[in-house]
C-alpha cells in the first residue's frame, strides 16, 4: 500500500509515491489544469505519461493539489481519478490549500501563494475558513510576478524609471515596445509574459527603485489581502518562487505593515509529505 501526493500546475505535475516502509519516489510530467485541459488531454497525460512508471503499485490514498481546482472544475479531476485509481480513497483541491498544509501543517495559519500568480487563505489546520479572491492579473494577483511584472514594464516604457536601468532593460532582453505590445495584447499566456521580467527584477532590485517597486508591491498585496482576514495574531507564511526570491523586500513590507513573518518556501513537496505522514504533534519541517 503506497500514499500517492500530486502537486500540479498548468506547466508540470509533480507526483510524490510514500510506501508502506516510509521510502519516497518522485515523477514528473506535463502539467494537469482542468481550466485549460480538456478530460481526455488529462488523462492521457495519467495513463501514459505517469502510470506506466508505477506497475503493481498499489494506491490506497491519493492527494491531489492543483491549480485550477476550483468547486466548479474539480470535479473533471475526480472523475477522471476515479477510473483509473478504483479502490482508491480520493481527495481534489486547491493548490492554496496544498500551501496551507504544507505551511502551516495541523496548526491554523494564514497561507500565500506568490509565484506567476498571487493568492492567499486562512486555515484552521485542515481546510480553508477563508480565501480573498486574487482576482487574476488584470483585477487582482497584487505581489504576484505578472503583476511586478506588469508594473515595471509600464514604468520602463512610459520613463518612470532612471535612463541607465532601461537602457539595461532592452539590451538584455532584446526586446522592443512594439514586441511588448504584441505579447501582452495579442498573443496568449500575456500573464506569463510579463512574470518573465521577474529574473531582471531580481538581477536589479538592490537598485533603489527597483526595490520601492518591490516593496510597494508586496505591500499592496498585504492591504488588500492577507489583512482582509483580521488575524493579526497569527505570522503569515509563504510560498512560491516570488516569495523566495524578493524575501528581502517583503520582509520589509511586512515591517511597515507590522505583520510578523513565518514560513518561506519554494515548493509544497516536502510541507505536503510531512502533512499526511505525521500527525498534528510530529509535524517538524
Sequence with gaps: MATLIVDSGST??????IAGDGSIKTFKTEGINPVVGSINIINKTITENFMPQIEGTEIDRLFFYGAGCTKNKKHLI????AKIFPKTEIEVASDVLAAARALCGHKEGIACILGTGSNSCLFNGKDIVENISPLGYILGDEGSGAVLGRTF????????L?????????????????????????????NRFLASFVPFLLRHHHDSQIAELLVANFRRFLQRNVKKYNRPDLPIN???????????EISVAL?????TLGR????????????????ASEFII
Design 12 to 17: 508540470k505535475t509533480d507526483w510524490i509515491i
Design 78 to 81: 475526480e472523475e477522471c481519478l
Design 153 to 160: 514594464i509600464s514604468d520602463v516604457l512610459k520613463g518612470e
Design 162 to 190: 532612471p535612463q541607465d536601468i532601461r537602457d539595461n532593460f532592452f539590451e538584455e532582453t532584446h526586446l522592443t515596445e512594439e514586441l511588448i505590445i504584441e505579447n501582452v495584447y495579442s498573443k496568449p499566456m500575456p
Design 238 to 248: 509563504f510560498i512560491g518562487g516570488v516569495a523566495n526570491s524578493f524575501l528581502e
Design 255 to 259: 515591517k511597515i505593515e507590522h505583520i
Design 264 to 279: 518561506v518556501e519554494q515548493s509544497p513537496q516536502k510541507g505536503l509529505i510531512c502533512y499526511h505522514t505525521t500527525s
